[in-house]
């Protein structure tokens, strides 16, 4: 009686075990799989945010700007416009940025895309994964996307694994069973080194305040151009693009901060040379420390 009493509470006590892991690789799995396909889908659907009105030119400038064949008039009209607008950025001869084929002038760091023909407002990159183009309205989503999807595949590998190994051993004898347990591994793991190298990229992207534009050609500013110009430090470039509410940056909900129109600039004087940070430099070199105008070369400009 003793015995059996035993074998039934060793039976009861692995058919629970084996129950709550079982429970717990299909809550996992499926959690993994909904903010995955969550991300996914808003990283395709969101549409990329183009420039306010402010920014378009008006009919008058427009026809004044195409009837001056001049170039240096043509960058002096569009300075005029300009003015009044939140811009810093210049093109590599120190003009206004300016597209052609949208009549407006282009906030900073917002870029033309040739594919949405539309331009996006701090534009990354047109990604053919998604079929969209990645900026401001949905950086943030195609972040989550990727760290979502590489660990989804880690998850799907690691609990292959095991029936991978029984292949090897001859413990798994089912030739269909076989076929799928090597699918599943080499897909997973095929699609986790990729987006491992991919996700770390954009991380270190992130961790500089950077985008995929910006780290192959730096932006120019004022006094030329600055590979580090919005770089406010490790937290604030975080901050910029999941936002202050630290229970939403798991989640694919908008909290980036800011429009995507104007993004804050460190002291660009300091990025050129460190030692211009020290007060007591300045005033031995009398090195004037207000600023001139739009010129913001010595301070750091607060977002709006």
Not at 38 to 45: A, D, G, L, M, P
Not at 96 to 118: E, G, M, T, Y
Request: overall charge neutral; aromatic content about 18%.
């Amino acid at each position: 009686m003793k015995i059996l009493l035993k074998k039934s509470l060793f039976f009861f006590c692995s058919f629970f075990v084996f129950g709550f892991f079982l429970v717990a690789y299909l809550v996992i799995f499926h959690i993994l799989f909904v903010l995955f396909v969550w991300t996914y889908w808003k990283s395709i659907f969101t549409l990329p945010v183009q420039p306010g009105k402010k920014y378009h030119m008006s009919y008058a400038d427009q026809e004044r700007y195409e009837n001056e064949e001049r170039p240096e008039v043509q960058r002096q009209i569009l300075a005029e416009i300009a003015r009044k607008l939140p811009v810093y950025t210049r093109t590599g001869n120190g003009g206004i940025r300016f597209c052609d084929r949208c009549q407006l002038i282009k906030p900073d760091r917002c870029h033309h895309c040739s594919v949405c023909a539309v331009c996006v407002l701090k534009m990354d990159h047109h990604c053919p994964w998604v079929n969209n183009c990645i900026g401001f309205s949905n950086y943030k989503f195609f972040l989550l996307f990727l760290a979502y999807a590489l660990l989804y595949c880690m998850y799907i590998a690691a609990t292959v694994f095991k029936y991978f190994i029984k292949y090897w051993t001859g413990e798994l004898t089912n030739g269909r069973s076989k076929f799928h347990v090597l699918f599943l591994l080499f897909v997973a793991v095929m699609f986790f080194v990729s987006l491992m190298f991919l996700f770390g990229y954009h991380c270190w992207l992130v961790s500089r305040n950077r985008s995929t534009l910006e780290a192959f050609s730096a932006p120019v500013f004022q006094n030329g151009p600055d590979k580090n110009g919005f770089n406010l430090g490790f937290v604030k470039n975080l901050q910029q693009v999941f936002g202050e509410e630290k229970k939403l940056w798991l989640l694919p909900i908008a909290s980036s901060q800011g429009d995507g129109h104007f993004f804050p600039m460190r002291a660009l004087c300091e990025a050129q040379n460190p030692l211009l940070a020290n007060e007591e430099q300045w005033e031995d070199d009398g090195i004037d420390e207000e600023p001139h105008g739009k010129e913001i070369s010595c301070v750091l400009t607060n977002s709006d």
